[in-house]
Structures are given as structure tokens and as C-alpha cells.
């Protein structure tokens, strides 16, 4: 089992934005995450790959 978890900066750093959206994401229900104690919070890097894999909206994916 291969469960890798990552930091929010981490994350953030994969989606090209701020901590402050993953947050944002992890409260809306979009990215999951694990809550380690009162404060430590990760998320699984398969969560972030499978989001990461999803196209972006309005995307053509080539078709016109």
C-alpha cells in the first residue's frame, strides 16, 4: 500500500496556486484530505493526480 500524502504548500504547488485555494477545495469537498491531530492536514497525492487528470472546463480536448 502506497498511500503518499503531501502538504497543502505542496499541493498548491502542483495546482499552480495558493494554499489558500486548496484549503478552499479541501472545504468544499473537491480535494480530500486527511486531518493529522488539530492542525496537520494532508492530502493524498492520488487525489491530486486524479484532479490533475481531469480536463479543464471548456475544454475541447482537440475536438472543433
Do not use: H, N, Y
Request: aromatic share 2%; proline share 6%; with cysteine.
Amino acid at each position: 500500500m502506497d498511500d503518499v500524502l503531501l502538504t497543502e504548500r505542496e499541493v498548491a504547488a502542483r495546482f499552480r496556486c495558493g494554499e489558500r485555494v486548496v484549503r478552499k477545495m479541501i472545504k468544499s469537498g473537491q480535494l480530500p484530505a486527511v486531518r493529522l491531530g488539530d492542525r496537520l492536514v494532508r492530502i493524498p497525492v492520488a487525489a491530486v493526480d486524479q484532479l490533475l487528470a481531469v480536463p479543464p472546463m471548456g475544454s475541447t480536448d482537440g475536438q472543433e
